[in-house]
């Protein structure tokens, strides 16, 4: 079974707070991806990575960055928190090349006031 | 603009009955589909994918692929009240690692 693990399942930061988000994957995935999902906008990524230390932006990138310093742990940094960040953080990992199935993590329910 | 496109519903099906989860997508170089299951507050959890025109079947679920009509659907025989969910449809983006994602459909499976 593909386990992927996340840091914390709820999170509450306050504004301007540097938060890190951890993922980790045990199925020698070479892809990760982290999502945000927020109710009547579904899932958006913000970045993804197809090796160690490659990253790639997705559709919201603005206000993150990524760290991938080994295989299995792809971590996702808001460099200074705002309100407009409250909501679910999914990561999700898969295998290279294209179109494979991505499988997710249980969510960071992240909260900045 | 690449994009997934599903009726949000509610779907509403009595216990028993089929549920029929609909999805079109607009890229036609998408070789791979795939439809995950979210429960409320929980993280998408894959329930199949299918690559070829056709049908394909796991236990209550089928899986629809019509590629000339760019068009994937998802069959629930005998539906169940645990299988009230959110049900995501994705793409495979052509020549790209990623998934383009539908906003999802809610199904109510009333006892």
């Known amino acids: 079974d593909v386990k992927v693990t996340q840091s914390s399942r709820y999170l509450v930061k306050r504004t301007g707070e540097k938060v890190f988000l951890e993922c980790v994957q045990d199925?020698?995935?070479?892809?990760m991806f982290w999502y945000r999902q927020d109710p009547g906008l579904g899932l958006r990524l913000i970045y993804f990575?197809?090796?160690?230390?490659?990253?790639e932006k997705g559709d919201i990138p603005e206000g993150y960055s990524v760290s991938r310093e080994k295989k299995e742990r792809f971590s996702l940094i808001l460099e200074s928190a705002s309100t407009n960040q409250t909501s679910m953080y999914l990561c999700?990992?898969?295998?290279?090349?294209?179109?494979?199935?991505?499988?997710f993590g249980p969510g960071t329910r992240l909260t900045v006031t | 603009q690449k994009e997934v496109e599903q009726n949000s519903g509610p779907l509403s099906v009595p216990e028993g009955a089929i549920a029929s989860l609909n999805c079109t997508y607009s890229?036609?170089?998408?070789?791979?589909f795939f439809w995950y299951r979210q429960y409320s507050g929980k993280s998408p959890e894959l329930i199949m994918f299918?690559?070829s025109n056709g049908d394909k079947e796991d236990g209550r679920f089928t899986a629809q692929l019509n590629k000339a009509s760019q068009y994937v659907s998802l069959l629930i025989r005998d539906s169940q009240p645990s299988d009230s969910a959110t049900y995501l449809c994705?793409?495979?983006?052509?020549?790209?690692?990623?998934?383009?994602w539908g906003l999802g459909t809610s199904l109510a499976v009333n006892p």
């Open positions: 990575s197809y090796d160690v230390k490659m990253k």
């Open positions: 890229d036609r170089g998408s070789q791979s």
């Open positions: 199925m020698d995935h070479e892809n």
């Open positions: 999700a990992s898969s295998f290279s090349g294209i179109g494979y199935e991505q499988y």
């Open positions: 299918i690559y």
């Open positions: 994705a793409a495979g983006a052509g020549n790209n690692r990623k998934l383009i």
